[in-house]
């Protein structure tokens, strides 16, 4: 034996079973394990931290609406090292609860006092779903977006506390959000291509040695085998930051969310059709990369004084941890200027692990010769 | 936001009791969420088959004692791929139950039907706790070894088995199993406090930026942050394939286990303390690497025909997948041939996750000019 032990997946061992925000019963022992354990390090907090792009729109978003915040109560959903609750009580909030489900509570109170905010911030560690606030609040400010924004699925603690602890005229920070997806080129199709061959190539030797050397025919598992290794290499969506002349064609929005009035059946699908033309000439078509933006708008009526945008588009000079997540064809598809794709793309949440997702592309092509490239279909997984 | 998804640790929230061999109660999910699914993955069982050290001593141990094997009943602890409860199958075994816990299971229910060898081989799916068997065996075999032999707790499980399920005359494979210590030299060391250093002058600048551009002080955090990237970087154990003359004294046994009358007291605590003359002229005693050996000797009243052992000791030819686990000193200590160090040692399972361990060493060096060096403590990480 040996192994890492640490997860490289989920379980769909249900036990202590709590909302899963409409898919399966989810075991909060299970979900701390696989999910909220990775907060409990500062070395994850400093790399959120660390990240200047999001860094500066939270806190231009706060000190340029100091309107929102002065004298208002502020709920901060999974307020990690603490520094957006800090950031509200520094912009003149009468009183922030910063809720976090991890030991990362613990620090986020010492930040707070060593900050001496200890006053106006009161931290309270738990899971947003069990928390007791003493009264509503007039700002929800969190940072709850995964990767490709849904993933992570933590929207899902941000609309529990909306319903729950929002006055009726508060406001959302961010207050909208969107998902993009644009066809691209990048050089890792080529790469996880020739991955995937080689560990192919080298199934087949370990079965002829096992055969060999030790009597048992393995070839059983090639199918398996195969599956297993394609889903990781091929199926698996990458981080990247892509270059932005890697992206060739126009992006397209597939989702737009009201921070105010989303609902969780509304992020449990994502569908949508887009149709984009090729803008590069003679270009490979070698996937789809998705990512998100953000934006502080406050309300209809409590509007930002100055509205702020948090993309994670790619960009030369403006990276993010997010980054975008990239999803490989194998082989990719010779494209030209004015080739047009109309792109179909389903995103639901993995059966065994609510927190991950699965997302279908449909593409057809008409190229500008005006020839049909007949649909074809992908799936991915974002792990 | 934006993680792994994955676990990086244990969870401490027990919701499902079961026995975590003495430790606190184990919650089953978050267990296998931490633990048994690597081992569902066929890249990892084929990691282990394509061991040539630990396939060459089961296939030995099994087909060179075919007369403990020949018409008997077998049991297979943790079956994963099914290649130990088919080998016990085409040495004559009358019938082998091979209980896996995982999804592995139908993998080794197909391996075996491929093998044409499903009258014999029954793959009983779920964990060793709470298998039923219609019978008791002559054979437990398994290979339950972690790194450093305990490292992830699996022992346990053969415990339970064998005090529910073998015979008072059966025999256990493998029958023996040893625990060994030595200092050793190693750039690593080096490495690791390099490493180390970097990342934190790295915090300095962080925690410079962060009150430069965004108004928060974030020095509270200096000494969790140092004291968890010590731990990652200093006091967490790594793997390696030590070269045989990078061990620089002799290696000495902390512990010995006959399997068939261990019992799970006997491996929670590991303490012993051994003395050890450094051999090698003028070197560096960078730190200690832990391995093990298993050996087949069969039983007194069933001894094996032909012993095998199965040793993971530093090796030019003949390395594992287990490798040693070295623990590093920061900074190593100049010796010389003939100093003699005095090594205490004691291990424990962690208190977050029963299945990981922490270790601490005691050293006092008497060296061969007769000065003593006055006794140091270490503590480590097995992750």
Not at 107 to 120: F, G, M, S, T, Y
């Amino acid at each position: 034996m040996s192994n890492s032990v640490n997860g490289v997946g989920g379980s769909n061992r249900a036990t202590t079973s709590v909302n899963g925000g409409g898919g399966p019963a989810v075991d909060k022992g299970v979900d701390y394990a696989n999910y909220f354990c990775t907060y409990a390090f500062l070395y994850h907090q400093k790399e959120m931290l660390s990240d200047r792009v999001r860094m500066d729109a939270y806190f231009n978003a706060v000190f340029e609406n100091k309107h929102h915040f002065h004298g208002k109560t502020v709920l901060d959903v999974g307020t990690g090292s603490g520094i957006l609750a800090i950031w509200s009580a520094q912009a003149g909030a009468r009183k922030v609860y910063a809720v976090e489900a991890t030991k990362m509570a613990q620090h986020a109170r010492e930040l707070v006092k060593a900050n001496k905010l200890q006053d106006i911030v009161e931290v309270i560690e738990g899971s947003m779903e069990d928390v007791t606030l003493p009264e509503k609040v007039d700002v929800i400010i969190s940072e709850w977006m995964g990767y490709f924004l849904l993933r992570e699925s933590m929207f899902d603690s941000v609309i529990c506390a909306r319903d729950r602890w929002l006055k009726p005229d508060g406001v959302m920070y961010p207050s909208h959000a969107r998902m993009w997806l644009a066809p691209i080129s990048s050089k890792l199709a080529n790469q996880k291509m020739s991955d995937f061959d080689g560990t192919i190539d080298d199934w087949y030797n370990f079965v002829d040695e096992t055969k060999t050397y030790y009597g048992v025919d393995m070839s059983i598992f090639t199918k398996p085998f195969t599956d297993e290794q394609r889903k990781y290499y091929l199926q698996t969506s990458l981080w990247n930051n892509l270059h932005p002349n890697q992206v060739i064609g126009e992006a397209g929005i597939i989702k737009e969310i009201d921070c105010l009035t989303a609902t969780i059946a509304d992020i449990l699908d994502v569908r949508a059709s887009i149709s984009t033309s090729i803008f590069a000439e003679d270009t490979r078509f070698c996937g789809y990369a998705g990512w998100f933006d953000v934006h502080f708008r406050g309300s209809m009526q409590n509007p930002a004084q100055q509205e702020i945008e948090l993309t994670t588009a790619p960009s030369e000079d403006f990276g993010t941890h997010w980054g975008q997540q990239v999803f490989l064809l194998h082989p990719p598809l010779s494209v030209g200027q004015d080739d047009e794709l109309i792109i179909h793309v389903s995103m639901n949440r993995s059966q065994e692990n609510h927190r991950l997702m699965e997302i279908d592309f449909g593409c057809e092509i008409r190229y500008s010769s005006g020839k049909l490239l007949p649909p074809f279909r992908n799936k991915f997984y974002i792990e």
